[in-house]
């Protein structure tokens, strides 16, 4: 099966006009496929392949690094939500959740997931993107990032890519909220703390402006990063989240990188890897293998996300494991004297961590409402990132 393609193209150019039937069309395409499958490509004339590449040929060159240089940025005290997370520490939830392993049960054989052995043997580096909250009752989930010595290029490259992927991902997040019934902006409003201190409250609009409700004025991202209108708006912590593999010491067929799980944020997106691996899971139970072409960027449903609209779109299942196309392309990378790292750009978006995750709008009305009490999304966080041992110790 392959996943659909939508071209952001002409949502982007057509001023958001909610009552155009070609806006709407495609809106409740996406909505129905996120849905249906849980995962969605889209094209976005802001994100190309270059920028894609640059992104993880710097990340090639960091993992590449001594373990002892990596685990300098490590920061378990902040649940590493920040810096590195050194493969060995993260559990796949399937390995510790009852639940999930009865379900598991119930899949046919063709379908099940490969078993991992014990906890992912990948690395992970945690970059925030965007303002952090001035008041918030989760400083950990909203700290400040972490930079490597010896990469003057490490905050823009970052930055950059992540602020596009986040563009996408808002885009995205409208679309499928307009699909589904509700307001434009009923996802989006969510991944934004405005600062009661400031008196000025206001949303953010196409391209990341920000409107104020008291005077016109636009600010564009890069004012936003400089802080000069910090004081207003906020994002939530979103994070570049790219994961390191190396080939060349996991490289047998069979090897999990990725156990079977959810993630647990609002949406996620890719940018495309050069050695496949990524299995999903579809609602209908059926496992695909995808396949990300050139251009392209994955785009995956998140628990946030299941939350809001009360199971009508459920969390993505899926794992990154080494298959025979992986196996190929190493190979390939072999012979043309490339990184033998396996870098995913992936980057989660999330609600803001004092926003209340509930199911919104007509999505209220569901009979599977109650599963999905009104909860902040950062206590929410917190508490998955204790079952897959990312809630690290405090220091005192």
Not at 67 to 92: A, D, I, N
Not at 286 to 302: D, F, M, N, R, S
Not at 339 to 354: E, G, I, N, Q
């Amino acid at each position: 099966m392959e996943l659909l393609v939508v071209d952001l193209s002409p949502y982007l150019n057509l001023e958001r006009d909610i009552f155009n039937p070609q806006l709407k069309s495609v809106c409740s395409e996406v909505s129905r496929t996120l849905k249906e499958t849980g995962a969605l490509l889209v094209k976005d004339p802001r994100c190309s392949a270059e920028d894609n590449d640059r992104f993880i040929d710097m990340m090639e060159n960091y993992f590449d690094k001594p373990k002892e240089f990596k685990c300098l940025q490590e920061r378990s005290h902040l649940h590493y939500q920040v810096g590195v997370t050194p493969e060995g520490v993260e559990v796949p939830r399937s390995l510790v959740d009852e639940e999930m392993q009865e379900k598991l049960k119930a899949i046919p054989k063709e379908f099940q997931p490969f078993t991992p052995k014990g906890p992912d043997p990948k690395w992970r580096y945690m970059w925030r993107v965007g303002p952090r909250p001035l008041d918030t009752r989760f400083q950990e989930l909203n700290s400040e990032p972490v930079i490597p010595e010896g990469f003057p290029e490490w905050k823009e490259t970052m930055d950059s890519w992540g602020y596009k992927m986040i563009a996408a991902i808002e885009a995205v997040a409208e679309m499928a909220a307009i699909g589904f019934g509700l307001e434009r902006d009923a996802f989006t409003s969510l991944m934004k703390q405005i600062d009661s201190k400031s008196g000025l409250k206001g949303i953010f609009i196409r391209s990341g402006y920000f409107m104020l409700s008291k005077k016109s004025c636009k600010v564009c991202r890069f004012c936003y990063i400089l802080k000069s209108h910090v004081a207003f708006a906020l994002e939530g912590p979103h994070l570049l989240a790219p994961t390191g593999s190396d080939l060349k010491q996991h490289c047998q067929e069979g090897t999990v990188f990725a156990g079977y799980h959810y993630d647990l944020n609002f949406l996620t997106i890719h940018g495309r890897s050069k050695f496949p691996g990524l299995n999903i899971w579809l609602r209908n139970g059926q496992k695909v293998e995808v396949k990300v072409p050139v251009g392209c960027l994955l785009i995956q449903t998140g628990k946030q996300l299941e939350w809001l609209t009360a199971g009508e779109c459920l969390a993505g299942m899926h794992e990154v494991v080494v298959t025979n196309r992986t196996t190929d392309a190493i190979e390939l990378a072999r012979k043309q004297n490339r990184s033998l790292w396996r870098v995913s750009s992936t980057l989660f978006a999330h609600m803001a961590s004092d926003a209340v995750l509930k199911p919104l709008g007509h999505f209220a009305e569901s009979e599977l409402s109650s599963k999905y009490p009104p909860m902040c999304a950062g206590e929410y966080v917190e508490l998955e990132l204790a079952v897959i041992n990312l809630k690290g110790k405090k220091e005192h």
